[in-house]
């Protein structure tokens, strides 16, 4: 599987942004897409995820109401749509796919996000 993530940028808080996540050679054992986020001396933080068929999405509570995971299924892209962003949002983002969330196998190269 090769993830392409783009989007990311810099934006002042209370901004918004939306990331891509181009998708190529889906494998059958891809059952869950999400995006990950490392801020500046921060652990790798998972922050959205999506089941591949059913949809069903999944958020950590530092971005629950304000980010939004999807997928359009016709151009197999998965998107982040980030509102209200704060500054500690800053980080490089990271798509990933695999089993399920705790078991991501493939990953991009990753976007960064600034939010000042």
């Known amino acids: 599987v090769q993830l392409v993530e783009s989007g990311g940028g810099s934006v002042r808080a209370g901004g918004s942004l939306r990331l891509a996540c181009a998708v190529s050679?889906?494998?059958?054992?891809?059952?869950?897409m999400g995006w990950f986020r490392r801020g500046p001396g921060r652990s790798r933080e998972g922050v959205a995820f999506i089941a591949r068929y059913s949809g069903t999405t999944y958020y950590a509570d530092s971005v629950k109401g304000r980010f939004t995971i999807s997928q359009d299924k016709p151009s197999v892209t998965v998107y982040l749509q980030m509102n209200s962003l704060k500054p500690e949002d800053t980080a490089m983002y990271y798509c990933?796919?695999?089993?399920?969330?705790?078991?991501?196998?493939?990953w991009g190269q990753g976007t960064q996000v600034t939010v000042s």
């Open positions: 050679g889906y494998s059958r054992d891809t059952f869950c």
């Open positions: 990933a796919a695999g089993p399920n969330r705790a078991t991501m196998t493939d």
